[in-house]
């Protein structure tokens, strides 16, 4: 089972991006999706998560800005950030609580993606 996100880059304050992450291998059910982000020199923070069902939490900073979504059928969680600030800029993280096949048994673990970068800056 693996996250791979995608979608970072360089964006001018003000702009928006788009973040994606699918998860692939052999899934039996994908649970509680999100994101985090760190910064130079900062400790990894909460961005968003959304529940299989589709309750969502920001963090308060980002409320307004940033919106979580999924699709559980493709397995994929996506993060679309608004008006975007020089502090934003970080590397962002996916992850996902992941039940998976095992050889005869169900297994859930949480999972991380490998990161992407955003740079916002003129």
């Known amino acids: 089972v693996q996250l791979q996100a995608s979608g970072g880059g360089l964006v001018q304050p003000g702009g928006s991006l788009k973040l994606s992450c699918a998860a692939s291998g052999k899934i039996f059910e994908v649970g509680l999706m999100g994101w985090y982000r760190q910064a130079p020199g900062k400790q990894r923070e909460l961005v968003a998560t959304i529940t299989r069902g589709g309750s969502t939490f920001y963090a308060d900073s980002l409320k307004g800005r940033f919106t979580v979504s999924r699709n559980n059928r493709k397995n994929t969680v996506t993060l679309q950030m608004n008006s975007l600030k020089p502090e934003d800029t970080a590397v962002y993280f996916c992850?996902?609580?992941?039940?998976?096949?095992?050889?005869?048994?169900?297994?859930?673990?949480?999972?991380w993606g490998q990161g992407t970068q955003v740079t916002v800056s003129s």
């Open positions: 992850h996902a609580s992941i039940t998976a096949y095992m050889t005869t048994y169900l297994e859930t673990s949480l999972h």
